[in-house]
């Protein structure tokens, strides 16, 4: 048996995302995702039973990325306010800072086929937990959790595919936060 090695993995994983954000995820065959890592076909086979598999490996681990990153932003102690605009610019931050990252999870997230296998929510239970407590104490009103992270993220998301949209970016942002405040806030 071959042993991993990890230079090689990492490249595979980057010539992935890389294709993926280029030619959509039907479009990264496995001979593809080989020629840009620079490795045989066969080589892809010693880390990944399959693409799906590779796939949903890459996904966790970028999800757990983006993740992380906003939860190493927020204090259960702050405002509601304070919480909410921490939400929002961390994930903004975060998706200009890491753009490709951003990107193919967004693309993976989206993608029908794939619901099943990419999921955001082992990730993000720290977030849920502390959004379910701010509910409790009364101090964000009680909508659906997939219905709340639509109304906080969706916008980023639109903001940072849509920079030119924008005459000032910032101020844009510090609209939306004020908005989500408003509608999520008792």
Known sequence: MRTRDYDKQARIKEAMIDLILKEGINGASVAKIAKKANVSPATIYVYYENKEEMLSEVFDECAHRSYSYIEGNLDPEMSGKRFIEVLMRSAYDFALQNEEV????????????????????????????????????GILKSYSDANV??????????????????????????????????????
């Open 102 to 137: 951003y990107s193919f999870v967004e693309q993976c997230s989206s993608c029908p086929t794939l619901q099943e296998s990419v999921t955001h929510s082992k990730y993000s239970k720290y977030v849920f937990d502390m959004i379910h407590d701010y509910q409790r104490r």
């Open 149 to 186: 992270v639509n109304v906080l993220f969706s916008p980023v998301k639109f903001m940072t595919m849509n920079k030119p949209a924008y005459d000032d970016m910032e101020s844009g942002l510090n609209e939306l936060i004020a908005m989500m405040q408003d509608l999520l806030l008792y």
